[in-house]
């Protein structure tokens, strides 16, 4: 029953998704959250172009804002309900907690409301890494995600370096990681 919820929503968000429109990210004061949608420009993310940007406020009452940032990035687009995503997150987190001072880690959390989030992190209190907000699934329609987890390993030019669709091993992430950071 759950799957054919979730499936129901997804399919809801892609037939919304054609409509010319400004999508709000957060209601974060005096924060710019939306995702331009005026030409329904969609992105296929790959490795080697520039990652446009990303907003969205955090579970750390902050903005993550890529065209803020200076130094690379890794954003994981994920949910609560995938399994994969779930078996990922203690690498990814104790990989925060060796480069998160050299790489800016968000965790963008995809169509899922920011209680949901909230009870799955009081479960999961290790967990320490920011969490973005996108309520609405748009990033995953915007950048034509085609599963969860994808990972971005974004470079300080702002390039993909590597774009990463399903788990990885921490090993892999890691070298990834090291690779960015000395460009």
Partial sequence: MKKIIIFAMMFLLLISSSCKKN??????????????????TNYNL???????????????????DLSSIDK???INFWATWCPPCREEMPSLQSLYEEYGDRIEFVMVNEGES???????????????????????????????LIGIPTTCIVGKDKKIKNYIVGGRPKEQFREYI??????
């Fill in 178 to 183: 090291e690779k960015a950071i000395n460009e």
């Fill in 114 to 144: 920011k209680e949901a989030i909230q009870d799955f992190l009081v479960e999961n209190e290790f967990y320490t890494f920011p969490i973005g907000y996108d309520e609405e699934n748009i990033y995953a329609l915007k950048f034509n």
């Fill in 72 to 74: 690379p990035a890794l």
């Fill in 23 to 40: 999508i709000s990210l957060a209601d974060s004061e005096g924060v710019e959250n939306t995702v331009e949608n005026n030409d329904n």
């Fill in 46 to 64: 790959r490795e080697g172009i520039e990652m446009p940007n990303v907003v969205a406020q955090t579970n750390k009452d902050e903005t993550f």
